[in-house]
Each structure stands twice: as C-alpha cells, then as structure tokens.
C-alpha cells in the first residue's frame, strides 16, 4: 500500500531536510571556464552574440583568468582568434601563436589553474572548416598531422591539458603519440568524442569566427538522430587515448551524457554550449525567465544526468552565486 503510508513530501518539509536529502551538489570545483584570446592588448572586445563574454587579449585573460581561480573555479579552456588565417592554419601551431602565449602568460600568473586548449583548425583555417580540404572535401587524415603538430605546440607553451574538438577520425591516437614521443605523456586528453553538427554553436561561431565558409560540419561532426553512434564515438576515443570523454551540446543531449556515464568508467564531461547560454541570456534580458536560477536549475540537471565537468560561460557567475 501507498498513500497514506508513504508521504514523500516528508522530506521537502522545510529547507534542512532538502538540503539533507539532496542527491546532487554543484560546486565551482565542476566548472571549466571558455575563454576567447585575441591578438593585441588591452583588448575587451564583446560579443554581441554572448552577452557576458568578450574576445580578450592576452593581458585581459590573464586577469579574468586569475579572477575565475579565486572564485574556485579549476580549469579554463582557450579558445584563440589569430591574426591570419590561411588553407593550412598555420597560426593553430605557431610557437608565437595566439594561444601558445595565453598559455605562458596565464600558466606564469595562475600557477595552480588547469589550463586547457581547444585544439581544432577551424579558428586558424581560412574556409573554416576544421581539416584540410581538397577538392570541396575535409581530408581525414592529413588533418591528423596538423592536430598533432598543434596539441604538440600547446604542450611545448605548458598546456595542463589539451582537448581537440575537430572530430576527426584517429585523432586521439595521433595527439598521444606526438605527445608522448616527445616526452608529454603526462598531459591529459579531454576528447570533445559525442559531439553533433548542432546549431547550438552559432553564438560561437561569431566569438571564434569561425562560421565555415561553404557547406556544414555534418560530414565530420555527428547526426543529432543518433544515440547508439555515440557510443562507439567514446569507445574509440578511449580506446585511442582519451582520459575524459565529453558529449556537446549538453542540453538536448542529456540522454547521451546519461549513456556514458553508465556505460564508461572514464569521468563525462558536458558542454553547455554558446547557443545555450545565449538563449538564457536572451530570455533573461527580456525579463521571461529568473537567469540566476535557471542557470543553476541547468548546471545542477547536467550534473544529475552524469556529467562530472561542465564545459560553461555560466562558470563565473555561477561560482560567485554557489559562493554566496
Ligand atoms: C571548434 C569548436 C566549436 C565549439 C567548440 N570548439 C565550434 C564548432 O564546432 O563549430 C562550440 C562551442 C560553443 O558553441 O560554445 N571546432
């Protein structure tokens, strides 16, 4: 028998026995915070798409950096916009490049903070695609050696981590090798490995420019449709190399970051995406919608559905309210 035995509002009585019984935590110890590096200096620029956000020169990130670490926050990721771009994104793995001086400007201030990059061509490719391209088509493999030739140069400016986001087949493989046989085998591989061809990630493409200049990314990126592809996504991903494995976007894709975190023993990453940010930001502006809580209402549910680390722009913000 149920009711009247069972009362499960017994425990949503007062704000002690929720606090008591509740199943998940969400900390600034989650967060990994993105951020834009750009060339120049006492640059700030806004992106209009991500209220919040800004294109930051080198200067400028190292202070957000450093703020983003006193808050509790672990771990940023970079993003870079370079200078030139051209057909074989040579700025992606110049010693001197965008990101490679991020990284020793941020790793020389904030010793103790992770910091990660994004390693992909699309921001650095003149067509933004995110591989070679010959003849209208993205080549896998000679892609391989430009990925490798990249995390090799983020390893060299004293990465923590580095996590390709290309989707690229073989890449993870090509990236553990370079980095191992180079004495890296200590950094860590977060592979960006359930990710889809979503339209969440326009905001982004703005913030990085980015946008491909002919076509889409569904020939390397994965079908929305599918669930059990992801599966053997983050097999091959771990079975290459990868330490994390992350599922992007988040929102749509709860059901995927579930599956993973049943089905693999590595820690799950989550991306909350430009466009998922951006759409808080907008309802927020318009007054439909309380943006502080449902912010919190969103990381707490990617943590619920099984993601150890969330990927957000919310990162900030949100470590300074969980702070409170
Ligand atoms: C680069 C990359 C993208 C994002 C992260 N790394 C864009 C894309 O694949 O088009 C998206 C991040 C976001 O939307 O917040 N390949």
């Keep these: ?33 993105p951020m834009f590096v750009t060339f120049g200096k006492g640059v700030r620029k806004k992106i209009s798409s991500m209220p919040g ?46 990101v490679q001086k991020a990284i020793k400007a941020i790793k020389d201030k904030v010793p103790d903070l992770v910091v990660i990059t994004d390693v992909c061509m ?20 000679p892609t391989l050696e430009l990925l490798a030739k990249e995390a090799l140069s983020h390893a060299k400016a004293g990465v923590d981590m580095v996590a390709p986001s290309d989707m690229m087949d073989g890449r993870i493989m090509a990236i553990r090798d370079i980095l191992d046989g180079n004495g890296f085998e200590d950094i860590p591989i977060m592979s960006y490995a359930a990710k889809y061809a979503s339209a969440f990630y326009s905001p982004f493409r703005e913030a990085a420019e980015s946008t491909p200049a002919f076509g889409d990314r569904r020939s390397y990126q994965m079908d929305p449709a599918n669930r059990r592809e992801a599966m053997k996504e983050v097999a091959l991903d771990i079975e290459e190399g990868a330490d994390i494995v992350m599922v992007k976007p988040a929102l749509s894709y709860m059901d995927i970051i579930s599956d993973v975190k049943d089905s693999f023993d590595v820690p799950v990453a989550a991306y909350n995406v430009s466009g998922e940010y951006s759409m808080v930001k907008a309802a927020a502006k318009l007054g439909w919608i309380d943006e502080m809580k449902v912010v919190m209402e969103i990381l707490t549910s990617l943590k619920r559905a099984g993601a150890d680390i969330i990927l957000t722009y919310h990162a900030v913000d949100a470590a300074r309210e969980l702070n409170k």
């Design 1 to 33: 028998m149920s009711f009247p035995i069972h009362r499960p509002r017994r425990l949503r009585h007062n704000k002690v026995i929720r606090n008591m019984v509740r199943e998940t935590l969400l900390t600034p110890n989650d967060f990994i915070y």
């Design 53 to 98: 956000c800004a294109q930051l020169s080198v200067d400028e990130a190292v202070k957000d950096a450093q703020h983003a670490y006193k808050l509790g926050i672990p771990a940023i990721i970079l993003f870079g916009i370079p200078e030139h771009k051209d057909e074989k994104g040579t700025e992606a793995y110049n010693a001197k490049g965008i």
């Design 122 to 141: 699309c921001e650095y490719m003149s067509h933004g695609h995110c591989g070679v391209i010959k003849s209208g088509k993205i080549l896998n493999d």
